[in-house]
T-cell receptor, first 113, second 117 residues
Framework: AQTVTQSQPEMSVQEAETVTLSCTYD???????LFWYKQPPSRQMILVIR??????QNATENRFSVNFQKAAKSFSLKISDSQLGDAAMYFC??????????FGAGTILRVKS | GAVVSQHPSWVICKSGTSVKIECRSL??????MFWYRQFPKQSLMLMAT?????????EQGVEKDKFLINHASLTLSTLTVTSAHPEDSSFYIC?????????????FGEGSWLTVV
C-alpha cells in the first residue's frame, strides 16, 4: 500500500525567510504523481505544485519549488520569501494514474511577522 | 482554473434524519469524483470514489448504507448521510477529475460542514 509521511506536525518561519517542508512516500510504482496542497483556515484545498515522477526536473511555481528525489522517495517543498498568506496546513499527496490521492498527515505552517 | 462547487457549505440536522451534500463540477465533465472526510487538524480521509453511471467504490471501514453516493451525471455527485448521528458531524470535501486523462489535476470543492444535533 502506498503511504505518505510528513514528519513535521508544525513549522514556523519568519516573514521573508525560506522554509522547507518534508515529505516521504512509499510506493512500488515507477510512474506516479506527487502534489503539495495548501489548506488555509477557509478549508479550501488549493493546489500549490505538482510533479510527475518521470520528470527529472524539479517543479517550480513562483516562490514554491520542490526537491524531488525519486530514489530516496522524498518530495520536499521549499517556500521562498515567505508571506503571511502562506500560513496554512500543507498536505503532501501521491497519486497513481487517475486513482485516488493519498495524503500525508499535514504540516501546519506558521508565518511570523 | 476548473471549479468544483459544494452545497450546502454548512448544514445542521437533527439526529436520525438524512442530509444530502452536492458536489458539482461547474466548467468541466467529471467521470470520477472523490468524497473525503476531515476531522479537525487531521488529514483528509477518502471515503469513496464515484464513477459516473456506476456504483461507488467505498474505502475499507466506510459504511456504504450510511453514506450513500450517487454520481448520476458527469457534473454532479451527491453524498447522503442517512440516519445521521452526532459522530457523523465533520467536514466533508469532494473532489473531481476532468475527463478521462489520468494525468489531469484533481480539483476540490469548498467543503461542507455537517453538524448533527
Amino acid at each position: 500500500a502506498q503511504t505518505v509521511t510528513q514528519s513535521q506536525p508544525e513549522m514556523s518561519v519568519q516573514e521573508a525567510e525560506t522554509v522547507t517542508l518534508s515529505c516521504t512516500y512509499d510506493t512500488s510504482e515507477s510512474d506516479y504523481y506527487l502534489f503539495w496542497y495548501k489548506q488555509p483556515p477557509s478549508r479550501q484545498m488549493i493546489l500549490v505544485i505538482r510533479q510527475e515522477a518521470y520528470k527529472q526536473q524539479n517543479a517550480t511555481e513562483n516562490r514554491f519549488s520542490v526537491n524531488f528525489q525519486k530514489a530516496a522517495k522524498s518530495f520536499s517543498l521549499k517556500i521562498s520569501d515567505s508571506q503571511l498568506g502562506d500560513a496554512a496546513m500543507y498536505f503532501c499527496a501521491y497519486r497513481v494514474g487517475g486513482n485516488k490521492l493519498v495524503f500525508g498527515a499535514g504540516t501546519i505552517l506558521r508565518v511570523k511577522s | 482554473g476548473a471549479v468544483v462547487s459544494q452545497h450546502p457549505s454548512w448544514v445542521i440536522c437533527k439526529s436520525g434524519t438524512s442530509v444530502k451534500i452536492e458536489c458539482r463540477s461547474l466548467d468541466f465533465q467529471a467521470t470520477t469524483m472523490f468524497w473525503y472526510r476531515q476531522f479537525p487538524k487531521q488529514s483528509l480521509m477518502l471515503m469513496a470514489t464515484s464513477n459516473e453511471g456506476s456504483k461507488a467504490t467505498y474505502e475499507q471501514g466506510v459504511e456504504k448504507d450510511k453514506f450513500l453516493i450517487n454520481h448520476a451525471s458527469l457534473t454532479l455527485s451527491t453524498l447522503t448521510v442517512t440516519s445521521a448521528h452526532p459522530e457523523d458531524s465533520s467536514f466533508y470535501i469532494c473532489s473531481a477529475r476532468p475527463g478521462d486523462r489520468e494525468g489531469n489535476t484533481i480539483y476540490f470543492g469548498e467543503g461542507s460542514w455537517l453538524t448533527v444535533v
